[in-house]
């Protein structure tokens, strides 16, 4: 049996099914208004159809990555669906730390052609507040990683709703209660440039921030920027030069100035990278416990740490799976 811990550890993952650049804000996101608001990882990337552009989804949990595999092969059956955004949502419960996951999309989708070939590979009808709700079981490829069941929702055509039941059940009450998004969601993400092609924002106490990091998925320098953190919010603007721009709440003045300092020292970063990465930090801000601000990197360097962040990830799963 996998260890639980495989769940709840931040891997980068790398979306490869649509091709993406950020064409709005994402405060502009209307997937925004559906995701609950006890969410303390949410993702969010779009997808303007565009061959040449590119993105990544660079904080989310295990379970997400599994929820987005398998609504690749669920809505397969659809071979004229469509992508224009995508967000990752993750929540503790009573059943543990992040525990729940939950996966929004937008674009169009022929709903009766996915649920059809669902139900005939195994999955089943249920509802919800007069919503037709299909409900999956766990794949046979992953049972030894996700066993619970999980429910899928498709709205008019043009957004589906997936991932486990109590986080699909709120986002649905969101829907159907026409609530808006969460204030406190847009105003972290007010903190970003408008432009990022995609983003993260997380929300949690400093030690389970702290918990959830794992020292084999960032390099060891770069989790000084956690220390005492409780929230972290982040977007990268791809190109030939990458920008990833930051916005790091800490708990006491102490962690701010700490955090300040070790930014702002020109020789750290960049002799800590493995991968040669050489980022120039820009416009950094201090305000009331919270430090903002932007690294500039060479795309191809940028890609080539995110590479050795997944080839972490996958050696670190191979040893976990093993007896």
């Given amino acids: 049996m996998l260890p639980r811990l495989r769940d709840f550890v931040f891997f980068a993952f790398v979306l490869t099914s649509v091709a993406v650049r950020g064409s709005a804000s994402p405060q502009k996101s209307k997937l925004l208004a559906l995701v609950p608001e006890e969410a303390q990882i949410v993702a969010g990337i779009e997808d303007p159809h565009n061959p040449a552009s590119r993105g990544r989804l660079l904080l989310v949990t295990h379970s997400s990555n599994l929820d987005f595999n398998d609504w690749i092969a669920i809505t397969g059956a659809d071979p004229h669906r469509q992508t224009d955004e995508v967000i990752e949502v993750a929540a503790s419960s009573a059943e543990g730390e992040l525990h729940e996951h939950l996966l929004l999309v937008a674009g169009q989708f022929d709903r009766e052609r996915i649920f059809r070939g669902a139900l005939e590979n195994g999955a089943s009808m249920g509802e919800y507040r007069g919503q037709g709700v299909l409900v999956v079981e766990p794949f046979a490829r992953e049972r030894l990683e996700m066993n619970a069941l999980r429910w899928m929702v498709i709205l008019n055509g043009r957004t589906t709703i997936f991932g486990s039941p109590v986080l699909v059940r709120q986002a649905l009450d969101h829907y159907l209660n026409q609530s808006g998004p969460d204030p406190l969601l847009l105003k972290r993400l007010g903190q970003l440039h408008a432009d990022v092609n995609s983003w993260n924002v997380l929300m949690m106490s400093a030690p389970m921030l702290a918990r959830h990091v794992a020292p084999g998925q960032l390099h060891a320098a770069w989790t000084h920027i956690l220390d005492g953190a409780d929230e972290l919010t982040i977007g990268i603007h791809y190109g030939s030069v990458d920008r990833v721009d930051f916005a790091v709440h800490a708990v006491s003045s102490q962690s701010v100035s700490d955090l300040a300092g070790f930014l702002a020292e020109p020789r750290i970063v960049p002799a800590a ?41 996958s050696s670190a799963s191979n040893s976990q799976s093993r007896p």
């Fill in 273 to 313: 990278l493995a991968t040669g990465m050489r980022p120039r930090l820009q416009n950094l801000s201090i305000m009331q416990r919270r430090v903002c601000g932007s690294f500039v990197v060479s795309g191809k360097q940028f890609d080539t740490w995110l590479a050795s962040l997944d080839i972490r990830r």
